[in-house]
C-alpha cells in the first residue's frame, strides 16, 4: 500500500471522530511516519505531548502535540486491505483518545488498545 492510500485512511479515520469531539482536539498535528524508533519496531502509533486534561494556565506557547501512526508496522501486521483500514482507525481512536487523557489501561479496559 502506498504512503499516499495510507496517509487517506489515516485521514479518513481522523473524519470518523464525531463533530463534537474533534472541535474539542487542541494544538495537537497527526503525522504519518514509516517505521518507529528500531527500539519499539512493533509499535503502530504514537502520542507525544501534554493531554488535554493535564493541561492549566502554564500551557500556553507550546508546540504542538504530536500523533505519529506508522505505516511500515501496521501494513506488516495486516494481511488484507480491509484489515489495514480497521486497524490504522483503532489506532488513530487509540492516540487520539491518550490527548484526551485516557491512559493505555483504559483504553484495553474499553477494546481499543
Not at 33 to 61: K, N, Q, S, V
Request: proline letters at 7%; one cysteine or more; glycine letters at 8%.
Amino acid at each position: 500500500m502506498s504512503r499516499e492510500v495510507f496517509e487517506g485512511l489515516v485521514s479518513d479515520a481522523l473524519d470518523q471522530i464525531p463533530p463534537q469531539l474533534a472541535a474539542m482536539m487542541d494544538n495537537v498535528a497527526v503525522f504519518v511516519e514509516d517505521e518507529p524508533d528500531p527500539a519499539t519496531p512493533e509499535l503502530l502509533g504514537l502520542y507525544e505531548g501534554t493531554p488535554l486534561t493535564e493541561r492549566g494556565e502554564w500551557y500556553a506557547g507550546v508546540l504542538p502535540d504530536r500523533i505519529i501512526i506508522y505505516r511500515g508496522p501496521t501494513l506488516r501486521l495486516c494481511e488484507t486491505a480491509e484489515l489495514v483500514i480497521a486497524e490504522v482507525r483503532t489506532t488513530v481512536i487509540h492516540e487520539v483518545a491518550h490527548h484526551f487523557g485516557f491512559d493505555d489501561h483504559e483504553l484495553h479496559e474499553l477494546g481499543w488498545s
